[in-house]
């Protein structure tokens, strides 16, 4: 596991992101075989805290309170895909503390081995 820090944003509407080094997405990225064909994701490199549309805060009144900290997070070198888009697992006991604060669960999957994740790029046309 690798480390390194990210800095929380909230907003626009209900979302939450950690954003990171450009450099990180980018290196891993062009590890992945050029045959595949990957394109940068939309937006830059993150790790989501709360997903726009998916999740909805019930303890609105924390909301914004940590905007602008930086985050310590750990990730996983290896590159996983699970076929459309290309990633790199993540974790982090702050966004775990932020959530609950929030009202949330703790990590956004079930799989603790994949609390969050870092995504690299994508194969959809």
Known sequence: ???STGILQYGPGIRAVVWIAED????????????YYVKPQMYPPHITVVR???????????WGKYDGEKVPFTYNSDIATDGNYFFLDARSERIGDIREELG???FRFNDISK???ITLGNVKG
């Open 115 to 117: 609390q969050y994740h």
């Open 104 to 106: 949330l669960p703790r």
């Open 52 to 62: 726009t549309g998916k999740e909805t805060p019930v303890n609105m009144e924390v």
């Open 1 to 3: 596991m690798h480390s």
């Open 24 to 35: 990180i997405a980018k290196y891993y990225r062009s590890l992945i075989p050029k045959y």
